[in-house]
């Protein structure tokens, strides 16, 4: 096949996906609840939602007194197909090797809600939804949202479910500042939690990493203000770089020297060009354009601002005042070499739940893998996950 032929097969892939994606926003491949407009959200801002779609998948069965139901939320790119093949990767689940029958997560014990966060664009209201005031796509005449805004629309699902306590709310990184929003906001409606590798609050370094990123999709002229929608245009390469530099802080020094290194791609010789020279390059560029096919770019300005804004502490006064009162079981788990939520910003938690004399443990797991180590097969972490797991519904009577 003809170089040309190849490339041209890989755009029409390409504009198969983002159409596909495109799709998801209005037409989600999964369960959806819709909550009319004399029913609105109301937003930490001041502002409301109106009305308000939210999409999301369960996996296993609710037993008879809805005791056994486990909340898992997702991090900043990922969505509401945790264990499901992805409707427009055509991949698996993204935590498909942490949750399904058997597994640490075990669907055939309990019942696993996952919804797209409100701001998403997997077909919960967002960005890229109908503004019913103009008929057109938000944009960003989108209101800025919170963590706690996306665990309130989650609260929404799990009352339409007609679940009055979660067993569990799980969720790494982002998904973890969700898992405590809920513990501080929802105290009587969690009876377990694992925030994982996460924390209390967003520190400076994070949101200056989230600047960048932002900026990078502002500063390409496809966004076009955040009004690109109804365009042929899309602000892809914006938003490609912006995924690259996060990317980098998903992973390690050793994990990135010990699979790169300074490896050549596909050549035996620098090409004294800006051509991708080394493995590192060419795999952010794969990571950047393979993003684009499946994310929407205002959606990712949202959430990062979201992520930007959440500081428990801030908002209660004092990081333990959180959970004055909680009677929720905690289990906080974080990786060596995660430097994006370090060690440290979980001990944080941990020494607030200890203030409150909560019920709280906490586990380190030896890892050069990074940030990204909880999406991935890591033995001690999913044996940790099962073990906390078992002896909790053995203390709640789930079979």
Known sequence: MAASDTRNDGAARQQAQADA?????????????????????????????????????????LNADKSNAILICHA???????ANTHPVTGKGGWWATLVGPGKPVDTD?????????????MGSTGPASVNPATDKPYGVDFPVITIG????????????????????VIGGSMGGMQALQWCARYKERVFTAMPIATAPWHTAQNIAFHEVGRQAVMADPDWQGGAYY???????????????????TYLSEKALQDKFGRGLQNRDAHSFSFDADFKIESYLRHQGST????????SYLYITRAMDYFDLEAEYGKLAAAFNGTKTQFCVVSFTSDWLYPTRDNKEIVKALNGVAANVSFVEIESDK??????????????????????????????
């Open 291 to 298: 993003f684009v096919d499946r994310f929407d770019a205002n």
């Open 230 to 248: 109804n365009t042929k245009a899309r602000p892809a390469r914006g938003l490609a770089v912006a995924r690259m530099a996060a990317h980098i």
């Open 76 to 82: 900043l790119t990922g969505d509401q197909h945790v």
């Open 370 to 399: 990074g940030h990204d180590a909880f999406l991935l097969e890591e033995e001690v972490f999913f044996a940790t996950v099962r073990g906390f797991l078992n002896a909790a519904a053995k203390k709640r009577g789930i079979a």
């Open 21 to 61: 994606a495109l799709r998801q926003v209005t037409e989600p491949e999964s369960q959806v609840v819709r909550f009319p407009d004399n029913e609105p959200l109301q937003l930490d801002s001041g502002r409301d939602i109106a009305p308000l779609t939210i999409a999301y998948q369960t996996y296993g069965t």
């Open 149 to 168: 805004d996306m665990v309130k629309a989650q609260a929404r699902l799990v009352d339409y479910l007609g679940i009055d306590q979660l067993f569990s």
């Open 109 to 121: 014990r309990f019942f696993v809600i996952c919804a797209n966060i409100l701001g998403g664009c």
